[in-house]
């Protein structure tokens, strides 16, 4: 499929899936030195293949199709620390961003939070009013690195994070990857707020139960599936 359509397709999932409302929300795809991201503002329902913005990650230049989303330096600073990034999406999920509205990090209550994410799932620390005030789309894409950076981990063990007060970025190797990952974060975001409303002190998962779960499905000891 075109790398155009097969962005707006996934622009399209994102509404589609419930993971956004309205106009929120991006899909943002790398090919070679290129981003092809969703066109700023714009209602899906009457956006063509051919409206897709195409930007150069090098530069942040605008290449080609409408205005790119005001998320694309966020994007960019991602894509250039990161080269295994191959897709990133930006939704506004409802359970994910509570927990992002929330401030907290989301702890890992069972095994289907350990199936996908090595730890919990992060939070950013808050931007400073600089940080808001100058260059804010770019300061939020540095601070996405920096807490992936400052947890010692990789965009693998960690395919999703939560951007403080704002919502969920997630990647993947591939658009389809990044893809089952934002629905994934939002159904263990549900998982989690649910129990602990269950529960007046939160259990986190032994970390060896943890573990096992993980490496079961990914690593060179992962004997999950055919």
């Known amino acids: ?123 950013t620390r808050d931007l400073s009013k600089q940080e808001i005030t100058v260059d804010y789309e770019i300061s939020c894409g540095k601070v996405i690195v920096e807490k992936i950076e400052d947890l010692n981990t990789s965009v693998s063990d960690c395919p999703g994070i939560l951007l403080n007060s704002h919502g969920p970025f997630v990647w993947g190797a591939n658009i389809e990857e990044a893809f089952r990952n934002a629905k994934l974060l939002e159904y263990i975001a549900e998982l989690a707020l649910k129990t602990n409303s269950l529960c007046k002190e939160l259990t986190p998962l032994s970390s060896t139960l943890h573990a096992k779960h993980f490496t079961r499905k990914h690593g060179n000891e992962a004997y999950y599936g055919q």
């Open 1 to 123: 499929m075109n790398i155009k359509k097969h962005c707006l397709l996934y622009n399209k999932k994102i509404i589609q899936e419930g993971l956004a409302v309205d106009k929120f929300g991006n899909a943002g795809i790398r090919e070679g030195a290129k981003l092809f991201i969703k066109p700023s503002g714009v209602d899906l329902q009457n956006t063509n293949a051919e409206d897709i913005s195409v930007v150069e990650i090098s530069t942040g230049g605008h290449i080609g199709g409408l205005k790119p989303s005001s998320d694309t330096p966020t994007y960019i600073e991602i894509l250039k620390r990161f080269p295994e990034i191959n897709a990133v999406i930006h939704t506004h999920s409802l359970y994910a961003t509570i927990w992002a509205q929330s401030k907290k990090s989301i702890p890992c209550l069972g095994t289907t939070h350990a199936d996908y994410w090595k730890h919990e799932i992060p939070i």
